[in-house]
Structure formats: structure tokens, C-alpha cells
């Protein structure tokens, strides 16, 4: 059965700092995906990592994939208060590459 | 463009009493899935299905049943609610095994409280 933990499960951090979220999974898998998601609102598609190795960025956030280690990490740099919401990320796995999810990053960034 | 849509938004049920999630999808995605989202537990997989006519069990799928008799559309029912099926419910869709991807669009969601 497949697992997915990603930690920290809460994040205050100061506005202009830097920090990173991991998140690690327990069988094989080559596509990882990072979510968001503000309260009373529905999940937005942020990173799709396809493989071993793949780094994408996006504006002060950039997801890395670690087949290997089965691991994948947000790095958020300069954090701003629009940043602050629920971070997920998901594993894909079985013939319907349906998603299992981690239970996500409840980020807040103070000012 | 619509997307994924899911009706109610919505909704308040006594215990023992049955009701249906509708979710449409207008971009002739293959497959589709039906989640809960309870607080502290991410997202759990309730149902599946990967083209019309076809449906399969996710990680929770006791006291659900599903439906997929068009392609754009996807039911899942609560035939007998219960307090333990208060969550919020998302259903996503994907092109399958077309695409490269495998990436999941999701609707707004539906809250049900189960009194």
C-alpha cells in the first residue's frame, strides 16, 4: 500500500525567508504532483515532476523529484503572505494513475 | 469552459437518509475519481473510474456507490448516510492514459454534513 508523508504539517515562517517542504512516499513511482490549496477552496495544480531528477519553478516556489529516494521537496524562497495555504502532494500509482495524497502543509506566512 | 462541476455545493442529510453527487466534465476527460477530504487527512480515494460503464474501489469505499453511464459524468451516492460521512467531497477527472501528464483536475467540491 502506498504512503505519502510530507512534513513539516504546519509552517509559520516570516515573510522574506526561505523554507522547504518534503515529502516522501513509499513504493516506486515516477510522477509526483504538488497541489494547493486556499480554505473553503478546491485543489490547484502547481508542479508535475515526471521523473528522476525533474526540477521545476514557478515565480518563489520550485519542486524537485528524487526517484531514488523516493522524495520530492517545495522549496519556497522569499515567502510572501500570498504564499500562505495548504500544500499537497501526490503520488501516483495503479492502471488508473489515481493519486494517493499526503496530508499537507498548512503554510502561513507572517508579516 | 466549465471544467469539472459538481452540484450540490452543498448539503445537510439526516442519518439513514440517501443522496447523489453529481459530477460533469466538459473536456471528454477518460477517467474520473471521486475523493474525500477530511481535516489533518489529505485526500482519500472513495471511487474510480477509467471510461464509460466502468467503475472501481478506492481506498475508502464502504458505503458508496458509483455510477459512470456517460462519459461526462460521474455519481456517487450515500445510500444510507452516516455522522462518518461528514467530509467534503471532490471529484477530478483526467485524460488517462492519453496524456503524459496523468494530472487531476478537480472541482469545487461538495460539503455534506450528515446530522
Known amino acids: 500500500e502506498l504512503k505519502v508523508e510530507q512534513n513539516p504539517l504546519f509552517l509559520s515562517m516570516q515573510e522574506g525567508k526561505n523554507y522547504t517542504i518534503y515529502c516522501n512516499y513509499s513504493t516506486t513511482s515516477d510522477r509526483l504532483y504538488w497541489y494547493r490549496q486556499d480554505p473553503g477552496k478546491s485543489l490547484e495544480s502547481l508542479f508535475v515532476l515526471l521523473s528522476n531528477g525533474a526540477v521545476k519553478q514557478e515565480g518563489r516556489l520550485m519542486a524537485s523529484l528524487d526517484t531514488k529516494a523516493r522524495l520530492s521537496t517545495l522549496h519556497i524562497t522569499a515567502a510572501v503572505h500570498d504564499l500562505s495555504a495548504t500544500y499537497f502532494c501526490a503520488v501516483s500509482s495503479g492502471s488508473a494513475r489515481q493519486l494517493t495524497f499526503g496530508s499537507g502543509t498548512q503554510l502561513t506566512v507572517l508579516p | ?115
Request: some cysteine; overall charge positive; aromatic content about 12%.
Open chain 2, 1 to 115: 469552459n466549465a471544467g469539472v462541476t459538481q452540484t450540490p455545493k452543498f448539503r445537510v442529510l439526516k442519518t439513514g437518509q440517501s443522496m447523489t453527487l453529481l459530477c460533469a466534465q466538459d473536456m471528454n476527460h477518460e477517467y474520473m475519481y471521486w475523493y474525500r477530504q477530511d481535516p489533518g487527512m489529505g485526500l482519500r480515494l472513495i471511487h474510480y473510474s477509467v471510461g464509460e460503464g466502468t467503475t472501481a474501489k478506492g481506498e475508502v469505499p464502504d458505503g458508496y456507490n458509483v455510477s459512470r453511464l456517460k462519459k461526462q459524468n460521474f455519481l456517487l451516492g450515500l445510500e444510507s448516510a452516516a455522522p462518518s460521512q461528514t467530509s467534503v467531497y471532490f471529484c477530478a477527472s483526467s485524460y488517462g492514459l492519453r496524456a503524459n501528464t496523468g494530472e487531476l483536475f478537480f472541482g469545487e467540491g461538495s460539503r455534506l454534513t450528515v446530522l
